[in-house]
């Protein structure tokens, strides 16, 4: 897939749905589609349905920590996103102040540094190796509810498939459909975990950068960044509190980040013979979280998938599993992931910042 083909091909739109699966995943991004893969590779009958289209684009500055690349590369995924052209970046250089912090990625385990691709590239791929494993995988399909069998156990779900509501039965249904999971909410979830700070982000992309450098900048209160992916552009973000999001950036996108930019002599001078291409997007800011698997009553068969979202500026969350299988661990929680800045304060103190509820 060709990221900047996205949306322009649904590979997955079809009518034909079994009536009964042994999973159905809810959301093919990220989560839901690597889920459907490892499940399908196993001999699992899954659907994975999703509302959007197959390669459309979402809100991410892109960059996946190193386990995360180890995973990719583990299950046979990191040559498809080579191949679409996603550069590889070796060292990631982190600037608090004056202080200069270059982390060096060892090529190790297949995995020769970070790999920062384009939704449109990394969900499509993704789904495309969900359908090679077996998956039936369904674009423009939502699931309007959760069905339960008389003792009020998940049993399969309620599709809109182009206004036509269907009913699929399924073992168990994952919830993978995102920060407004109706999953988790028509199974009552518990939040496990929630980061004590959020924090927006505005960005853009620009050309004419070096496709390897990663680089972060910090500053208390603000920060910024510059992540290469696909096309020959890399997103170059700004981050902010949700205070100030919400009193200067919303509906001021790109003053506010122009005006934040400046504030960063060396990326201005980064930037100084660099193209801004396309439009501004931004994000306002929320506490990121993880929800546990257990539903309230302990009867339900649907389990959301672990949440990551991206306001938790104070770091890089890996989900346990990752953790144990990478062959690695990164130089520091924040050195080779996807890394902002809190709204005030010490960036490293806070990098680890977690607390349980
Ligand atoms: C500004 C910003 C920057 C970010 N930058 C990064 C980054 O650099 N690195 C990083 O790792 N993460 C980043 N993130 C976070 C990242 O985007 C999310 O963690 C990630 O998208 C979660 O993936 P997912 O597959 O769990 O869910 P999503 O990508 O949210 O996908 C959920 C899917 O479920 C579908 N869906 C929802 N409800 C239904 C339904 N009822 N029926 C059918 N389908 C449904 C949706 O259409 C959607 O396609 C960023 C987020 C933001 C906002």
């Known amino acids: 897939m060709n ?19 042994d999973v159905v995943v809810v959301g093919a991004r990220a989560a839901g589609a690597a889920t459907a893969m490892l499940l399908a590779r ?41 191949d679409a052209g996603t550069p ?12 200069r912090v270059r982390i060096d990625i060892p ?19 993704l789904v495309d190796h969900a359908v090679d494993a077996g998956a039936h995988v369904r674009h423009g399909v939502s699931v309007a509810a959760l069905t339960r069998d008389a003792d009020g156990r998940v049993d399969g779900v309620e599709l809109d498939v182009a206004g036509e509501r269907r009913r699929v039965a399924a073992r168990f249904v994952v919830g993978a459909d995102g920060v407004r ?51 020959g ?11 100030t999001f919400r009193e200067v950036a919303r509906g001021n996108l790109a003053p506010t980040y122009h005006a934040l930019i400046g504030t960063f002599p060396q990326l201005v001078d ?21 929800r546990g698997p257990t539903a309230q009553d302990g009867r339900s068969s649907a389990t959301p998938a672990t949440s990551r979202i991206p306001s938790a500026r104070t770091g890089s969350p890996t989900p346990s599993s990752a953790r144990r299988s990478s062959p690695t661990r990164s130089p520091t929680p924040s050195s080779a992931g996807w890394t902002r800045s809190p709204p005030s304060g010490d960036t490293r103190r806070h990098a680890t910042s977690w607390r349980r509820r």
Do not use: C
């Not at 900047?4 to 699966?21: E, F, K, L, S």
């Not at 009552?188 to 990663?214: C, F, K, Q, V």
């Open 3 to 21: 990221p900047t083909n996205a949306g322009t091909t649904t590979p997955t739109v079809t009518r034909h749905i079994d009536p009964a699966y």
């Open 270 to 290: 980064r930037l100084r013979d660099a193209t801004r291409v396309g439009g501004y997007r931004g994000f306002p800011g929320t506490p990121g979280y993880l």
């Open 88 to 99: 590889v970046s070796r060292a990631v250089i982190f600037n608090y102040g004056d202080e």
């Open 42 to 82: 196993r001999g699992v009958r899954v659907l994975a349905v999703d509302r959007s289209a197959y390669g459309t684009d979402t809100l991410s500055t892109h960059s996946i920590s190193i386990a995360g690349v180890y995973l990719l590369e583990r299950w046979g995924v990191l040559d498809a996103l080579r």
């Open 181 to 231: 999971s109706k999953v988790a909410a028509q199974v009552g979830a518990r939040t496990t975990y929630e980061e004590p700070t959020g924090a927006g982000d505005i960005y853009s992309y620009w050309t004419g950068l070096p496709s390897d450098l990663m680089e972060n900048f910090y500053e208390p209160g603000r920060a910024a960044g510059i992540i290469p992916t696909n096309d």
């Open 233 to 243: 552009a890399a997103a170059v973000w700004v981050g902010l509190s949700p205070e």
């Open 107 to 125: 090529a190790r385990g297949g995995v020769d540094g970070l790999y920062n691709p384009r939704r449109t590239l990394l969900d499509a791929t």
